[in-house]
Structures are given as C-alpha cells and as structure tokens.
C-alpha cells in the first residue's frame, strides 16, 4: 500500500499474537499473527468514528476504517483476543464492555436466525391460539417478546463477564529475567522470558531511549522462513535463530 501508515497491536486473551495494520486513503488492510484462528471467528476494529465487524476467512483482510486503536476477535459470543494502541485503562475497559454486549447481542441473534426454519419450505402455519379477552393483552405482546429477548442477553453478557473477570484475576506466570542473549547486537539490554513462553521480551537502550523488543524464535528446519510482518534475523549467542520484531505496545504491560 503506496503511502500508508503501519501500526503493530499486540494481541492478549485467550489466543494471543498481534496484528499488523496498514492504513492508507479509505481504509485498512489488516494481518493477523494469531495461533488457533478459525471458521466463525469475528474481527471487531474501533476508530475514532466507528466500530466494524468482519467475518473472518483469512488471516489478511481489508477493512474501510482508518486510524484503527483497537481490535478484538470473537468466537461464539465471546471475545477470546484483544488488544490496543493506547488509551487509559478506564477507556479500555469501557471499549471491552461494549465489544463484549454487542458480540453477545449478535451471536445470540446469529443463533436465533440459524435454528429458525429454513426460508422457502412451506410448512402450514399452526393455528394461533386464542388470546384471552384481556384488556391491553395483545398491545403487550410485543413488548414481552422484547424484554424476553433483552433478559437473555443480559444473562449470557453477566456470564461472560464473570468468566472474563475470572481470566484477568489470574494473569498466569510472572515474567523471569535471563541473561542477554544478544550481547554483541544489543549490549546495553535487559531480557525477560514467561514460563512456556519461547518467545523473549527485551528493552533495549538505542539513542538515548528505551525500545521495546521481542524475539520470535524461527521454525525448525525452515530457515530461510519469517514472520508475516516486518523483522531482523539474528542469531543468540548459544546459537538459537530468532526474529527480531519492535512493538508499539509492551507485550507485558
């Protein structure tokens, strides 16, 4: 894209990875760097003006948003991936809130129009039965069937955030240091690692500033492989081939 601007969210939850953003004239183009994507999933980008949602087929896709901050994925109602380019918590989590009532909103109006009948099969129509003679009893239908509907969803986004809430109570193994394993590239650095993790998050100290590094680590037996999004090749001083990619966002914030 002649022109645009790249930006690199990190991406935590339940699957965790990043996406890369390129803006241009009219919208986005958007690659996504996340372990166990789907059939199913949804895409919800934020900007300034508007929230978009995008059924997911591919990893890279465009969407007509620019100045994109924020971006979530959903599986079956439920945000399983998020992330940010800046913001305080507080606008954060109001931004979660409203992903999160409006993916079970949609999900439960997916799953009322799926297990309706199929459109074009003439089944005969059963015969209403016959209301009780009740004053303002049909006037009131519509309203009942809408505050049914509105319960429902209130019940399943309850239940949600209670999990959610559950997962961010418990933010899983604490980053350990380790020793620099890039001593000549980058002597003036701090390295960590998180338990599981193959992954190493740096900081390194380069003009006078602090840049946020991670190294990747390469497949085995694909050599000449890298990432789909900008990245250096280096080699650890025990040997180990990575890539080395800056984020905008500290993946451990």
């Known amino acids: ?35 166990g994507l789907s059939e199913g999933m949804n895409v919800y980008t934020v900007s300034a003006g508007s ?13 007509g948003q620019t100045g994109i901050y924020a971006v979530a994925v959903e599986k079956d109602g439920r945000l399983v991936s998020a992330g940010f380019s800046g913001g305080t918590r507080a606008e954060k ?6 992903l999160r009532i409006r993916a079970a909103g949609e999900y439960e109006e997916r799953t009322r129009r799926t297990s309706a009948p199929e459109s074009g099969r003439e089944t005969p129509p059963a015969e209403p039965p016959k ?16 505050a049914e509907v509105t319960e429902r969803i209130l019940k ?7 999990a ?10 604490a980053p350990v240091p380790v020793k620099n394993p890039f001593p000549k590239t980058y002597p003036r650095s701090e390295w960590r690692m998180i338990p599981g993790d193959e992954r190493l998050y740096g ?40 890539f080395i990619v800056r984020y905008e966002e500290p993946p451990l914030a």
């Open 203 to 242: 900081t390194v100290v380069t003009a006078g500033r602090e840049v946020r590094l991670t190294a990747l680590p390469a497949l085995t037996g694909q050599k000449n492989a890298r990432p789909p999004f900008r990245s250096r090749p280096i080699v650890s001083a025990d040997g180990k081939r990575y």
């Open 131 to 146: 209301p009780e003679k009740t004053a303002g009893s049909a006037k009131d239908a519509p309203q009942a069937n809408k």
């Open 164 to 173: 959610l809430s559950a997962e961010e109570e418990d933010p899983g193994p």
């Open 156 to 162: 399943q986004a309850e239940r949600l955030f209670a």
């Open 1 to 35: 894209m002649i022109g645009a601007l790249y930006k690199r969210i990190m991406l935590s939850g339940s699957l965790a990875g990043a996406v890369r953003i390129s803006s241009g004239k009219g919208g986005s183009v958007l690659e996504l760097d996340l372990a």
């Open 51 to 63: 929230i978009i949602k995008t059924e997911l087929s591919s990893a890279r896709f465009d969407v």
């Open 93 to 98: 989590n109001r931004i979660l809130d409203e």
